[in-house]
């Protein structure tokens, strides 16, 4: 890839937004694990890892107190999203831990906070050993004041959880509570998973199940952060929905439902319902580079829940998954019945009279849409599970008509072309042969460029294969 193309890409992900970054990160870390795309996912990750870097090193040296508030939030890491984002049982949002933390300083703990942040401030550079110790005694402070403002007792304590936050943050305040009071079995949970789950088989499901084994980790509150964490070691998360079929010993959702994890079934929707989101957004803007990995996660995701879960339409997780497939189905079909026209607009052999001279072919457009043509050619690999199959296949087989046709037209033109115009008919041929690139492959399209190559030098050649 050249330099300017790697900047451009930079400048492309330095735009989005941390979520975003990281989803992409995970999803590259995951082709990488199996072994898909390696020189794509290198160079994706090489630079989302640069700019990651820049922007802590950016950020100003924080002060004693910062350290102390990301010793006290660190347990939580894998469980925060970045703003903006719906959460799920199981996240809690990263914009809530400010004012959680300036609640503990101001009203929850402000004693033990200066105390603390005292002796971190005495503590030497390595002593890793010591600053361990202080975190979980921090953690263990701050989880018994939230717990003494949430939890049961007298009085009505509605005017001291408003000076905590907004509704949202007082929702992630009970649970940053638990998650903190559960902090050593959470730690002990992390290293009794397997590093990677690539196919959740019923080796690993039972390996799964012994770590999720601890008491304190099994609570309807505390069940979902587990279930989170073993999530993020799936290559396909998914999947997870089979460790709440396995509990069930059933398929029906009636059953699955019934048992604590049926919460599982639950995430899974809504981590697909968010992948829909960014694939919505991703073709908004006109950015297809993710587009593939995407639909792939949707289409198996969806597949998944339909063929392994016994739904029924009218139920909750139903009619919640219906709804997905309806959503990405809208936004790809929009998409794809608009790519013909852009074709068109490019290859449509106009009159000479109606060329005006220094007429051109804009370079973007022509890379834009082989862009769409190949999105396309990626829908059909996805399309049954998508609902998107009859526009899908019928759009493709009208490209490659339609493509096919104005490519020969086009080569033929070439010959005895007025000079006026033969710039931009050779700028027509080129783009219809990126085209037929994507369509119908390299051998074709070298075929059509050799072509129009005899056509431009007055060769009578013909301009099909024999």
């Known amino acids: 890839m050249s330099q300017t193309s790697i900047e451009r890409l930079r400048e492309y992900l330095a735009q989005l937004p941390p979520q975003a970054q990281a989803l992409l990160m995970r999803e590259f870390e995951r082709a990488l694990e199996r072994g898909q795309d390696t020189a794509v996912a290198t160079l994706v990750l090489d630079q989302l890892r640069k700019i990651v870097r820049k ?43 400010a004012p959680i933390w300036q609640w503990l300083g101001r009203d929850g703990a402000p004693a033990k ?38 939890g049961p007792g007298g009085g009505d304590k509605s005017r001291a959880l408003a000076r905590v936050g907004p509704p949202n943050v007082i929702e992630d305040l009970y649970s ?33 199940t012994a770590a999720l084994n601890i008491p304190v980790l099994q609570t309807p509150q505390m069940l979902p952060f587990a279930l989170s964490m073993v999530v993020q070691r799936m290559t396909a998360p998914w999947q997870i929905i089979r460790l709440a079929i396995k509990i069930a010993a059933s398929d029906d959702e009636i059953r699955v439902a019934a048992t604590p994890y049926g919460v599982a079934v639950t995430m899974a929707l809504h981590d697909l319902s968010c992948v829909a989101a960014v694939l919505r957004m991703d ?31 009218d139920s909750a997780w139903g009619k919640q998954l219906t709804s ?5 189905s809208n936004a790809l079909q929009s998409e794809i019945d608009s790519v013909p026209g852009r074709v068109r607009r490019i290859l449509r052999q106009r009159a000479e009279k109606d060329i005006p001279p220094g007429a051109r072919i804009d ?19 996805y399309a049954s599970e998508l609902a998107i199959n009859e526009v899908t296949l019928r759009t493709y087989s009208d490209l490659q008509q339609y493509v096919e046709r104005s490519t020969e037209q086009l080569v033929q033109s070439l010959r005895g072309a007025d000079h006026k115009v033969r710039t931009y008919r050779q700028q027509q041929v080129q783009a219809a042969i990126r085209f037929c690139q994507v369509l119908f492959g390299d051998d074709y399209a070298s075929l059509m460029s050799r072509a129009a190559e005899n056509a431009a030098t007055g060769e009578r050649k013909s301009s099909r294969a024999s």
Do not use: W
């Not at 792939?296 to 016994?310: F, I, N, P, Q």
């Not at 997905?324 to 990405?328: H, K, M, Q, S, Y």
């Not at 370079?363 to 690999?381: G, H």
């Open 363 to 381: 370079s973007t457009e022509v890379e834009e849409t082989v862009a769409l043509i190949d999105f396309v050619a990626t829908c059909r690999n």
């Open 176 to 208: 940053t509570g638990a998650v903190l009071a559960v902090r050593e079995a959470i730690g002990t949970l992390n290293e009794k998973l397997p590093r990677s789950l690539r196919a959740f088989g019923d080796a690993q499901i039972a390996s799964v």
């Open 283 to 313: 073709i908004k803007r006109g950015h297809f580079d993710n587009v593939a990995g995407n639909l792939k996660t949707l289409h198996d995701g969806v597949r998944g829940l339909r063929t392994e879960l016994d739904l029924r339409n």
């Open 113 to 150: 906070l200066s105390e603390f942040e005292a002796a971190l401030a005495r503590m030497p550079a390595d002593s890793a050993g010591q600053v361990e110790a202080l975190a979980s005694k921090l953690q263990a402070v701050a989880a018994d004041a939230i717990f003494e403002l949430t």
């Open 55 to 97: 922007t802590e090193a950016e950020e100003a040296t924080p002060p004693r107190t910062d350290d102390l508030s990301r010793l006290l939030f660190q347990v939580l890491e894998p469980f925060l999203v970045e703003a903006g984002a719906l959460i799920r049982a199981g996240q809690i949002r990263r914009s809530s831990l």
């Open 324 to 328: 997905i497939r309806a959503d990405i």
